[in-house]
């Protein structure tokens, strides 16, 4: 395990390296800053599919899945973030404390 730590370690500081010695004319290209913006939303996107889709044994659907949803259902509600988290955590520990995942 700790190969990969020191590898993706070493993998982040070159990469922020890079940002700090690319000239600035290549980051102020329109097509850098679109992809600059979007990057992070699908990293975390795909982050959140890993973990609440993978299980110690492969794909498996659970409580997981169910606090995801309510998740999506308060943000399409404009609940604040607290609540989100909250309703989201509450609802996989009841299915949980009922048996379910």
């Known amino acids: ?54 299980g110690p044994t492969g794909f498996t659907v659970d409580a997981r899945v169910a606090g995801v949803g309510v998740a999506v259902l308060a943000l399409l509600l404009r609940a604040p973030f607290l609540v989100v988290v909250l309703s989201a955590a509450a609802t996989a520990a009841v299915l949980r404390a ?3 995942g």
């Open 98 to 100: 009922l048996g379910w």
């Open 1 to 54: 395990m700790w190969p990969a730590v020191l590898v993706a370690s070493l993998a982040g500081y070159l990469t922020k390296l890079a940002g700090h010695l690319l000239p600035e004319s290549v980051l102020e290209r329109p097509s850098v800053r679109r992809a600059a913006a979007l990057l992070p939303v699908a990293l975390l996107s795909a982050l959140l599919t890993i973990q609440t889709l993978w």
